[in-house]
């Protein structure tokens, strides 16, 4: 009989540099153990690291002691960083690359407090013709319980649609852009329609790195839009909501909860995530923090990139 014990074992992989990456979902996520994010890695450690989010999609780190400085150097070992936001104009004092995700900035809604600026399903800032390789996101202020996060595995989503649906969706084009979600003629509102952001995306992107093929749409931005080049506003809503139904289906998703110390990295060119709204009524305050990583202009299966429409692009230093 294997004992509880030998069954942990198995299901962890202890890398080469004595990282502990324990698998939490079946298609999607993994905790990795044993590493301090407060200094400089070794080449090693952050090869390892970098391995398993491509493996795993989003992986997790718990009991980080980090703050904004850290956390920047941390990214920054895995691409160059962004700025904070195409639309942020209020990022933490010194630290412009930082993305604070405040309850305490929002409008409330119905009465209850948002406790993230988007509550759908999405990628993050794809209406960028070159949208964030990554987003690593930390934890500060949480409510005592609720406000988890859910991401989806946007390969195994396309993986295991029908071949006839995949070669259709291979050949789709669809527009991306920002819905103002903020008060008419407030600030956020006036950045969202100065960088007027407005992209094309082939609907399934490889992978720069893995050659793995995606299902890349994104509700949060795609919703607004309802375009896919060469069918009609009725004909996009229809074919938009077949593919996102199947690209936030739950087996392919992993839900994460918050704790003081916890981080996530997920690789936003595999990934959509939803910042789920069971909060708000609480009346608790939730602060977390994101860096992104400079992306690059995804490309389809045929060989074809995204078209810019507006908006300039998004690099990083």
């Known amino acids: 009989m294997t004992d509880i014990s030998e069954k942990t074992r198995e299901s962890t992989s202890l890398t080469d540099t004595g990282l502990d990456v324990v698998p939490v979902a079946g ?3 993994a905790e990795i153990r044993g590493v301090d994010l407060r200094g400089e890695l070794d080449v090693g450690v952050v090869d390892e690291i970098r391995d ?9 780190f718990r009991d980080q002691e980090i703050g904004h400085a850290e ?3 941390f990214a920054r070992q895995f691409g160059k960083v962004t700025p904070a936001h195409p639309h942020e104009e209020e990022p933490p004092e010194g630290f412009p690359e930082i993305l604070p995700i405040d309850s305490r900035r929002y409008e409330r809604h119905l009465g209850r407090k948002r406790t993230s600026y988007d509550n759908s399903w999405h990628t993050d800032v794809t209406a960028l013709v ?5 987003s690593i996101l930390r934890a500060h202020i949480l409510p005592p319980y609720g406000g988890d996060t859910a991401w989806t595995n946007l390969v195994a989503a396309y993986e295991n649609l029908p071949k006839e649906l995949r070669e259709f969706a291979d050949k789709l084009d669809i527009k991306h852009q920002f819905n103002a979600r ?31 093929r995606a299902l890349f749409v994104s509700p949060g ?7 896919i080049r060469g069918y009609t506003p009725t004909q996009s809503e229809a074919i938009l909501k077949l593919l996102w139904d199947e690209a936030t289906r739950t087996e392919y998703t992993v839900r994460f909860r918050w704790a003081p110390g916890s981080i996530a990295f997920w690789d936003n060119r595999a990934t959509a995530h ?8 609480l009346d608790y305050d939730r602060v977390l923090y994101r860096v992104t990583l400079e992306g690059d202009v995804p490309v389809g299966v045929d060989g074809r990139t995204s078209e810019s429409v507006s908006g300039e692009p998004f690099y990083g230093s």
């Open 130 to 134: 070159n949208p964030p390789a990554a």
């Open 71 to 73: 956390q920047i150097a």
């Open 27 to 29: 298609y999607i996520g």
């Open 182 to 212: 903020a008060v008419a003629g407030s600030q956020r509102d006036r950045k969202v329609r100065e960088a007027n952001l407005v992209t094309y995306h082939p609907a399934v992107r490889v992978h720069p790195v893995t050659g793995e």
């Open 274 to 281: 939803l910042a789920i709204a069971d909060a708000g009524h």
């Open 52 to 60: 398993a989010l491509h493996t795993y999609k989003v992986i997790f």
């Open 221 to 227: 931005f795609t919703r607004g839009a309802r375009e």
